[in-house]
Nanobody
Framework: QVQLEQSGGGLVQAGGSLRLSCAVS????????MTWFRQPPGKERELVTA????????YYADSVKGRFTISRDNAKNTVYLQMNSLKPEDTAFYYC?????????????????WGQGTQVTVSS
């Protein structure tokens, strides 16, 4: 059974930073791309960033480019999301997600496993 356990998040002022972590258990972590989605209040869940199994390829939504950094430590089966220069519009519930394969479609339905989610609130 694959489990994704998230940590981090919370309340921060605009311009501040937060780091999210997602620890994966139950499967060979290094064989899969990892992603972070977010769901703002009243909106659909959206793909924010992704990283290939090797860590060589990454993807960032335009809204977070230059501010967010995704990384992974395959020895620790953990993926990280460093969020800098946070804005009020980054306020959302953040989820890590895993699917079979080394790609990252934007459709939520493509993903097999999800973290429990963590709230990130950015005050102005």
């Amino acid at each position: 059974q694959v489990q994704l356990e998230q940590s981090g998040g919370g309340l921060v002022q605009a311009g501040g930073s937060l780091r999210l972590s997602c620890a994966v258990s139950g499967r060979t972590f290094s064989s899969y791309a990892m992603t972070w989605f977010r769901q703002p209040p009243g909106k659909e869940r959206e793909l924010v960033t992704a990283i290939s199994w090797s860590g060589v390829r990454t993807y960032y939504a335009d809204s977070v480019k230059g501010r967010f950094t995704i990384s992974r430590d395959n020895a620790k089966n953990t993926v990280y999301l460093q969020m800098n220069s946070l804005k009020p519009e980054d306020t959302a519930f953040y989820y890590c997600a895993l699917k079979y394969g080394d790609n990252w479609p934007s459709l939520v339905q493509e993903y097999n496993y999800w973290g429990q989610g963590t709230q990130v609130t950015v005050s102005s």
